[in-house]
């Protein structure tokens, strides 16, 4: 196995990790001082996984059509995942503003396949490049947060506000970003659309 697909991997070993880590952080001897420095490195780790994977498959010729693949969902799990996870514990998150995020690439990864399927092939877009960017800025922010929470700097009602705006924002870049997708990408679909169907 080549190492990008590894990086792709553990991107999404790590998601459940992540989970675990946050939700039984006591049984692992964790203080709530000390677990969002843990979740702050496995984040950190995904995310560097995600950059890298991308850039040692183009360098060293590692592009595979499987990569291509679980390249994009295992963003998706990792992102989502970490999102889910705070639904739980002191960040509270509302579970109806992260579905948003599980929608938009569902509804995307659903055109993109079946437009696969038909012979179309939709191209990246930037918007989406940036909405992995805010969510990943999102959750970092999340993280930093608790750090303050866990030094008594702010209290559990400014953590849980201050992490519903933060994630707000990034849910709405998130669905713009799933609108203008299918815009820009309009006449491929109804190609896509069109082609074996019945006149």
Do not use: H
């Not at 790590?14 to 979740?39: A, D, E, M, R, T």
């Amino acid at each position: 196995m080549r190492a990008a697909l590894y990086l792709t991997l553990a991107r999404i070993f790590i998601s459940p990790i992540f989970l675990v880590i946050y939700l039984k952080y006591q049984v692992f001897g964790l203080s709530l001082v000390s677990l969002p420095w843990v979740l702050l490195l496995l984040l950190a780790l995904s995310e560097l996984s995600d950059l890298l994977d991308g850039f040692i498959a183009r360098k060293w010729d590692q592009v595979t059509d499987l990569g291509k693949i679980l390249d994009p969902m295992a963003d998706s799990i990792a992102r989502i995942s970490v999102f889910l996870t705070f639904t739980q514990g002191v960040v509270q998150l509302p579970l109806l503003l992260v579905l948003v995020f599980l929608y938009r690439d569902v509804v995307i990864s659903m055109l993109r396949t079946l437009c696969a399927l038909r012979g179309v092939a939709l191209a990246a877009r930037v918007s989406g490049k940036i909405k992995a960017v805010v969510q990943g800025v999102a959750a970092f922010i999340i993280l930093f947060l608790m750090m303050f929470y866990s030094w008594d700097y702010i209290s559990l009602a400014v953590l849980q506000s201050c992490s519903f705006y933060v994630v707000a924002v990034a849910a709405l870049y998130t669905l713009c970003s799933g609108i203008e997708y299918i815009y820009a990408n309009r006449s491929f679909i109804r190609m896509a659309w069109s082609k074996n169907t019945p006149k």
